[in-house]
């Protein structure tokens, strides 16, 4: 095998569009989502433009025992990946933390701390065995900057970034390189997940702003990961052009 890339979350948004741009490099690809189907368009698309094998396999990162599963088999079948992207993460709800739903803090924190987590600590060993490999992990600019109604995503997003920075110290003296990428607002089905289905509410979001794609952050990472050995980018912030702080965004830019 080629080198390759184990993506979560990659059968939309941001990681759909890594798988994409990762293919473009060269990559193999070990893409994981919690939907079959979708991994298998992904799979699809993928092939269509490019001569890599693609291995779609189901995952959840919110139940550990999935994790270890696929993570175990993913070792045995292709060794340690040469590129880790934890993209799986999402957000619910926009209301005050006082008004906010138990269950969706659980699966904030579920999804973008523990199951990004866990897949890195199943990974990691093999990789530092290797003494290489290239861990990519969605933060967000909510991470650096809190919004309202969003206390419980901005502080999983700072988690990711800490947690970045946690390992990059542990892993000083090996090859492995650790990057936490930044985004800020993205045109992806990420609202539409926050609002729990309600696409309406969810164009709201990007009416009028001119949105990051995710190609926007793929191509970022692509160049992140494509640098020489000595090269480790650390950290990428990524925001829209009319965008300031994590969610202060212009709907009416000056002509
Ligand atoms: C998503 C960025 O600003 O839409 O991580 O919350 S924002």
Redesign the pocket.
Known sequence: MAKYAFITGASSGIGRATALALAAKGYDLVIASRNMSKLQAVKTDVEAKCSVSVTPVVLDVTDPAAIHEVTKKVLADFGAPDVLVNDAGL?RGLESYEKSQEQDILEMIDTNIKGLFLVTHDFLPAMVERNTGHIVNLG???GLYAYAG?AV?CAS?AAVKTFGDGVRIDVIDTDIKVTTIQ????ETP?STVRFHGDKERAAGVYAGVEALTPEDIADVIAYTVGQPRRVQISDVVIMANQQAT??MVSKHPKK
């Not at 985004?183 to 993205?186: D, E, N």
Request: proline share 7%; no cysteine; aromatic share 22%.
């Open positions: 957000a967000s600019t909510a969003a995503y997003k985004p800020g607002i993205v990420f994590g969610f």
